[in-house]
């Protein structure tokens, strides 16, 4: 079984920066997809950032495209979301996400993802 734990999220002026970070175990993950899902109250889960199990391509949405970005780190089983120049609208509950297949894609769309972390909440004030 894999478990994820997210860490590194917090309350931070529009503007700032958090790193928050996903360690994964229990197998590694180091050619599975991975990404980064937020969900605010009210709202539905949404995609942030994934990166693919085959060449490590990543993918962001256009809501942070330029301002978040997503890496792996092999040797630690673990991945990141820089995050920069945060935005009050950034403000959720932020999700790491793993999917099973060998070199798989990125998916946008949470259901194709089977290990979630508990999730952490980032928020930003203006």
């Known amino acids: 079984q894999v478990q994820l734990v997210e860490s590194g999220g917090g309350l931070v002026q529009a503007g700032g920066s958090l790193r928050l970070s996903c360690e994964a175990s229990g197998r590694p993950l180091t050619l599975s997809p991975m990404a980064w899902f937020r969900q605010a109250p009210g709202n539905e889960r949404s995609f942030v950032a994934g990166?693919?199990?085959?060449?490590?391509?990543?993918y962001e949405s256009e809501s942070v495209k330029g301002r978040f970005n997503i890496s792996r780190d092999f040797a630690k089983n673990t991945i990141y979301l820089q995050m920069n120049n945060l935005k009050p609208e950034d403000t959720a509950n932020y999700f790491c996400?793993?999917?099973?297949?060998?070199?798989?894609?990125?998916?946008?769309?949470?259901?194709?993802?089977?290990?979630w972390g508990q999730g952490i909440q980032v928020t930003v004030s203006s």
């Open positions: 996400a793993a999917g099973t297949q060998i070199y798989g894609p990125v998916y946008r769309d949470h259901t194709k993802y089977n290990f």
């Open positions: 990166i693919n199990g085959s060449d490590e391509t990543s």
